[in-house]
């Protein structure tokens, strides 16, 4: 039996590679089919981590060879942690032993650690090879997957190794949210209200008395939200596909956030420091005079609404501002912050002066 559910799409629009985000309940299933439209390679690698992999990979591997590819898989440890060279080698290893030839795909199955690393390999393997998206969180659904940004961590920072390789498609099944923890589903919504302080304030104006249905599992709901956020995030990437401008906008709390997530060993989520990483970039952009006090609450609200932190930090403030220094961000020896001035807008300031960015990271101490 065929696979054919209602399908939302979204495309991302690249010159010379234009990919479609198909959006759908019970997609993973029928995943094979979606590829295999796609292209006509023998062999499919799938690459996915210990949490993920023994809930959704024989669903996954069993669509494919329905698909008459050939599956070969690997599993990496769960956790940021692992998001390093030593585990690329060991990919490496499964993706040349394996005989993987430039017609090839490479299929991550999992969140945002799994889909940098997984597209990292596949960019770098015989100097590229195709590759395909398979979100299971919401964080990897809403950003990590979209937008070809691919890449493994250094010990002075996150992300500080990688590459640019669009996905050839990205295929997203909410249901799959249903076996995700509480805590990182609070973690992607961080993401949800960042894309809509930055480009939709109509849309985050209904986001704090909506979000609770999130929260609940309403995966209908969950489905049309994350369509909405690839929609901005692909715009974005669209207008500025090598961040050399626009798409800088998509950091706004990640400057603060970054160094909290590093600082933290990663004890806090991603979406956990990033929501950190807003507050003190509205309250930041509000000792600017550039944005109003009553924006800066209603940001902090949203996300208190969500059961994302945006206070009580307990980490070293000098330690974290340190880390601010190796961003990747970081120009001509300036920081760049991505600031609001108003919901729904943001503005990139390299001339925020150092004790506003100290005030702003002790704040998150109370």
Do not use: W
């Amino acid at each position: 039996m065929r696979y054919n559910p209602p399908v939302q799409t979204v495309t991302v629009n690249l010159s010379g590679s234009a990919y479609p985000i198909h959006i759908a309940q019970g997609l993973l299933a029928g995943a094979g089919e979606f590829v295999r439209k796609l292209l006509k390679s023998e062999k499919a690698f799938v690459v996915t981590d210990s949490n993920v992999g023994h809930i959704f990979l024989t669903t996954l591997v069993h669509s494919l060879e329905k698909s008459e590819f050939q599956t070969v898989s690997h599993i990496v440890p769960a956790g940021e942690s692992f998001k390093n060279l030593a585990q690329i080698g060991q990919i490496y290893d499964t993706l040349i032993g394996g005989r993987i030839d430039r017609q090839s795909i490479v299929i991550a199955l999992g969140g945002g650690v799994v889909g940098d690393m997984t597209g990292f390999a596949a960019a770098t393997v015989l100097r590229g090879v195709p590759f395909i998206q398979i979100p299971t969180t919401l964080l990897s659904m809403v950003d990590a997957s979209v937008g070809g940004k691919t890449g493994i961590d250094h010990p002075l920072g996150k992300n500080l190794i990688g590459a640019f390789h669009q996905p050839l498609a990205v295929l997203i099944d909410p249901e799959t949210l249903k076996t995700l923890p509480a805590r990182e589903l609070r973690s992607g919504l961080a993401e949800c209200i960042k894309h809509d302080i930055i480009r939709d304030a109509d849309h985050f104006s209904r986001l704090e008395s909506s979000i609770e249905r999130a929260l609940k599992l309403d995966i209908e709901y969950l489905g049309d939200l994350v369509a909405h956020n690839v929609t901005i995030k692909s715009r974005v990437v669209e207008a500025d596909p090598f961040e050399t401008g626009e798409r800088a906008h998509l950091n706004f709390g990640h400057t603060f956030g970054h160094a909290i997530e590093t600082i933290s060993n990663y004890t806090y989520t991603h979406g956990e420091s990033i929501a950190l990483g807003m507050v003190a970039a509205a309250r930041t952009a509000h000792r600017l005079n550039l944005l109003d006090a009553d924006s800066v609450e209603s940001i902090t609200a949203t996300l208190a609404k969500a059961g994302l932190p945006t206070g009580h930090l307990k980490l070293d403030p000098a330690a974290i501002i340190n880390a601010m220094i190796y961003d990747k961000k970081v120009r001509a020896g300036k920081i760049r912050f991505v600031l609001p001035d108003r919901i729904g807008h943001v503005v990139i300031r390299d001339d925020v002066p150092t004790p506003l960015v100290h005030e702003a990271v002790e704040s998150l101490r109370s």
